[in-house]
Each structure stands twice: as C-alpha cells, then as structure tokens.
C-alpha cells in the first residue's frame, strides 16, 4: 500500500514527528525522552460543547538540556499547534490531533 506522504499508523505519526522536531528545531531523537500517540475518548470539544468520539493525543516528552531551555522552551506552545495542524493535513483527518510537548 502506498501512502503517498500520508501518516496512516501511529509509527508514521512517531516518525514524522521525531523528523520535524530535529529538522525545524535541533531537537534529536536522542533529546526526546519519551513519544507516544495514543486515541482517547472526547467528551467535549474546545468550545464547550458536546462531542462524541476520539482524539488522537501526540504526548513528547523532551530532555531538559542547556540547549532546550535557551533555543526552544519558549516555542513549545506554537510548536504543538505547528505539529497538530501538520499532523492533521497528513492523517485522514477523521480525529483531531492534540500535541502535548513537555520538557523534564
């Protein structure tokens, strides 16, 4: 099966992400603690309302080194919006995509 640059698996997803966060912002795959997509029941969309069905939720974990603290702790909010949306274009787009990054 070809995908033609679709992420189609959580794997894809890992990958994708594990590619973008090294090529936009120097963080290597051996700074990254821990990545793990997972789908959780959504009980109520952003605006309160009622909602059925899942999300897809892109946890990362990044290690707290000098050089993440300087050059990429303050991005970490437009960062996870950044990815979600790319994640988004890219997966068939039956889910929302939350990305949650957080440094340790």
């Known amino acids: 099966m070809q995908t033609a640059d679709r992420l189609v698996t959580p794997s ?19 700074m990254v603690r821990k990545l793990s997509v997972s789908h959780r029941l959504q009980s109520r969309d952003e605006e309160g309302g009622n909602a059925s069905g899942y999300v897809v939720t892109v946890d990362i974990v990044v290690e707290s080194t000098g050089f993440v603290r300087r050059s990429f702790e303050d991005r970490v909010p437009q960062v996870e919006i950044l990815l979600g949306k790319m994640i988004d274009a890219r997966t068939a ?12």
């Open 12 to 30: 894809d997803i890992k990958a994708f992400c594990l590619n973008e966060l090294s090529a936009r912002y120097g963080i290597t795959p051996g």
């Open 93 to 104: 787009g039956v889910y929302p995509v939350k990305v949650t990054i957080s440094i340790q």
